[in-house]
């Protein structure tokens, strides 16, 4: 049991053997899966695992993905791959500033044979969506994702439509343009459950996509290794990690700490808390733990919270960022565990 923290060793003791083994089971099957994902999106991105790794802990975490970063860098590559290695449905939206509600969601068409109108779903009614450069949309267009986002479903002419399982939105944004673009409201950026930038490759990683996109772009022949079912009993796996009561303490006193902090205009929401908790144990099962462990949570935090932060005036102009609020309090918040 070296390395296992005692809390955890007290909950397996309590366990019976076969329940232990059908849950190692379970663990190591959901393992394999989210394993095969990460190395198949591999194939496609070159060096950026923990950017691959951190958007699988928001599918696997049943929540939404935003990938934030300068044009060129594979942003939308990345979402692609991500949705062909699911084997899943995928629809891809281009934000335009004249782009409608009803383009996104569906609308109700007449038909002159039947005397009816009929129902002709958007693209969000796939499960897995892409929404590329999303601040080109004004917010009454980007508006039409908050219910899909949050409670998986979509309105239309008082009709509600559910989505299908899994679903997965992955938006884009360019955050270097400043014409022609409409920032997300405070209320669209909570929903999504994690903020990744990829950033530009190193002198070998660049050289290393070149040689792969020489005659082909590797993403032609990507196929898949997974199922909807299979990443639904990701989903599923995931719920099951253990987090003990001081875990738990951890995460909500970090997310405490943004709404009190100096540099913070508005600190995260209980959202962020939640997403917080679940992404945990999301990374968790990725490395074959049935626990979770204050690790996983700092390694997280930044890429959960520090987008739902908004900052002070005079903050920004001493050139902090959510990341560096987030990484400040990490520094300063004890460690469950860990002697002070």
């Known amino acids: 049991m070296q390395g296992v923290p005692c809390f955890v060793v007290n909950l397996m003791h309590s366990e019976t053997p076969i329940r232990q083994e059908n849950a190692l089971n379970q663990l190591t099957e959901a393992t394999k899966i989210a394993q095969a994902l990460l190395d198949n999106v591999k194939r496609v991105i070159v060096g950026k695992d923990r950017a691959i790794e951190s958007s699988l802990v928001a599918l696997i975490s049943r929540g939404h993905l935003l990938i934030e970063d300068v044009p060129g860098l594979g942003k939308t590559t990345l979402a692609k791959a991500i949705a062909l290695s699911m084997g899943c449905s995928f629809k891809r939206i281009q934000f335009v500033p004249d782009l409608l509600p009803s383009d996104i969601t569906g609308v109700n068409v007449y038909n002159q044979k039947t005397g009816e109108f009929e129902f002709r779903p958007g693209p969000i009614m796939a499960q897995v969506v892409l929404a590329d450069e999303i601040n080109r949309a004004p917010s009454k267009t980007q508006a039409a994702l908050l219910e899909a ?17 899994p679903f997965f939105i992955i938006a884009t944004l360019n955050p270097v343009e400043y014409h022609g673009i409409f920032p997300l409201p405070e209320a669209q950026l909570d929903r999504f459950t994690m903020r990744v930038t990829l950033g530009y490759a190193s002198f070998e990683q ?23 079912e299979q990443v639904l009993f990701l989903q599923e796996a995931a719920k099951g990690i253990y987090v003990d009561p001081l875990v738990r303490q951890y995460i909500v006193s970090l997310t405490q700490k943004t709404r009190q902090h100096q540099d913070t205009l508005l600190g995260a929401s209980h959202r962020g808390s939640l997403a917080l908790f679940q992404t945990s144990q999301a990374l968790a099962l990725m490395r074959g733990r049935d626990f979770v462990v204050p690790d996983d949570v700092k390694e997280l935090s930044a890429g959960v919270l520090a987008h739902r932060l908004i900052l002070t005036p005079e903050a920004r102009a001493r050139g902090l960022d959510g990341r560096k609020v987030i990484t400040g309090m990490l520094d300063n918040l004890a460690v469950p565990g860990v002697p002070a």
């Open 206 to 228: 660049e050289m290393a996509i070149i040689e792969r996109q020489e005659k082909q772009h590797p993403i032609e022949e990507l196929a898949a290794v997974a199922t909807p």
């Open 149 to 165: 986002m949050e409670e998986h479903q979509a309105t239309v002419d008082g009709v509600t439509y559910p989505m299908a399982r």
